[in-house]
């Protein structure tokens, strides 16, 4: 079974451009995570799906970050415009069950690098 | 509001070294404790989890147990090799009321010299 897959890799852009990010959960996982870590410091939580919804997006910096799921599959994030600060990496999670805690399932990570 | 605090990096250490690396949270509620690892090149991976105090959880050598007295869940191996050298976070989630979200440390970068 494939885990959870992140596209790209990595990624290079300039000051003021967009760059969405994209995250493919694995199959019939409802939650999907976007998590952040900024200049090696702790990982932080951006925000939270279940299905197509937004559970939660109290972790969401400002209104430059839109993240979508249509269809409550795949997942993108976009930034726009990129500022400098925005430059970590950008890891995604999924998990099964919605009503109780359960393992979430990370997958390699963007790293996002504004100059 | 909820946090993780862990020891900071890097932690430098000989093949067949005992390895402890702490870690202590503050929340509301009881959560479930989680020790994660990144090995280089590769992303976040669950090593071992703990869901109530007094539990002990192991994989791979590695063991951590839920101290709620100390408000700790610090991770041992009894000898490290090589192979171990990642960066481990601590995190911790759920709990009474909260939202399914992880709270991670700040990540501890092992190295493990031959």
Known sequence: EA?????????????????TLRCDPISGHDNLYWYRRVMG???????????????DESGMPNNRFLAERTGGTYSTLKVQPAELEDSGVYFCAS???IQSYTEAFFGQGTRLTVV | GNSVTQMEGPVTLSEEAFLTINCT?????YPSLFWYVQYPGEGLQLLLKATKADDKGSNKGFEA???KETTSFHLEKGSVQVSDSAVYFCASGGGGGATNKLI???????????
Request: glycine fraction near 10%.
């Open chain 2, 25 to 29: 949270y503050t929340a509301t509620g």
């Open chain 1, 41 to 55: 410091k702790e990982i932080k939580f951006l925000l939270h799906f279940v299905k197509e919804s937004k559970q």
């Open chain 1, 95 to 97: 998990s099964q069950e």
């Open chain 1, 3 to 19: 885990g959870v897959t992140q596209f790209p890799s990595h990624s290079v852009i300039e000051k003021g451009q967009t760059v």
């Open chain 2, 65 to 67: 147990t839920y101290r």
């Open chain 2, 104 to 114: 991670f440390g700040t990540g501890t970068l092992l190295a493990v010299q031959p």
